[in-house]
């Protein structure tokens, strides 16, 4: 440990913060800019996507399901999303062939569905 660090500890536990403000550089997380430059470099990307007709999004899946994705991925020399977009269309054209096509923006009742 540095002396800074170990001054930063002892005054932490002491509660004399004077030393720790004047002999501790400040520290910058690698790889994160600042908000301003974060937010234009989202909005860039969000640009990229749409003209790509494409859409970011999150969600949770089983750990066992995401790492046998990935292991596809690689395998076949594929990115990720490229392997999860041929799932869901494989799914949806499963889907089709059972239920009909899927209309967008057709606004049906939630009761109409079962």
Do not use: W
């Amino acid at each position: 440990m540095k002396n800074n660090d170990l001054d930063a500890l002892f005054t932490g536990l002491t509660g004399n913060t004077d030393s720790i403000q004047e002999n501790t550089p400040d520290k910058q997380v690698p790889g994160k800019g600042n908000k301003h430059t974060a937010g234009k470099d989202r909005l860039r990307q969000k640009t990229l996507e749409l003209a790509r007709n494409q859409e970011r999004f999150c969600t949770i899946v089983d750990s066992g399901v995401l790492k046998k994705i990935r292991t596809i991925a690689t395998r076949e020399g594929l990115q990720i999303k490229d392997v999860v977009e041929a799932a869901f269309i494989k799914a949806i054209d499963g889907y089709e062939r059972k239920h009909g096509v899927i209309e967008e923006n057709s606004k049906r009742k939630a009761i109409d569905l079962f």
